[in-house]
Nanobody
Framework: QVKLVESGGGFVPPGGSLRLTCTAS????????MAWFRHIAGDGYELVGT??????NTLGSIKGRFTVMESTETGRLYLQMDALRPAASGRYHC?????????WGPGTQVTVAS
């Protein structure tokens, strides 16, 4: 079964940037629409975006400029996060856009603070 591993999170000041990476497998990425999610404690996973599409309702609460990119050659999904705001803080995960999802990976923590 494909194992999802996220990385690239960290602590940044407001206005800063991060690039998150999700490692899956090339074959899996070619056949599955992947997405980035943010885990909300007690409320599950909030959809952030897929390749070429960021969900505005999500961004309405976390602001910033986000772009999802992927490399089917390396089997990696990326989330470029620019102009970050503190409300964007949280643990970010990748997974298939559609259900049923794969087992969730550990995620990567993003903290935006002065």
């Amino acid at each position: 079964q494909v194992k999802l591993v996220e990385s690239g999170g960290g602590f940044v000041p407001p206005g800063g940037s991060l690039r998150l990476t999700c490692t899956a497998s090339p074959d899996f990425l070619k056949t599955t629409t992947m997405a980035w999610f943010r885990h909300i404690a007690g409320d599950g996973y909030e959809l952030v975006g897929t390749k070429g599409r960021i969900f505005i309702n999500t961004l309405g609460s976390i602001k910033g400029r986000f772009t999802v990119m992927e490399s089917t050659e390396t089997g990696r999904l990326y989330l470029q996060m620019d102009a970050l705001r503190p409300a964007a803080s949280g643990r970010y995960h990748c997974n298939s856009l559609a259900s049923p999802h794969l087992p969730w990976g550990p995620g990567t923590q993003v903290t935006v603070a002065s």
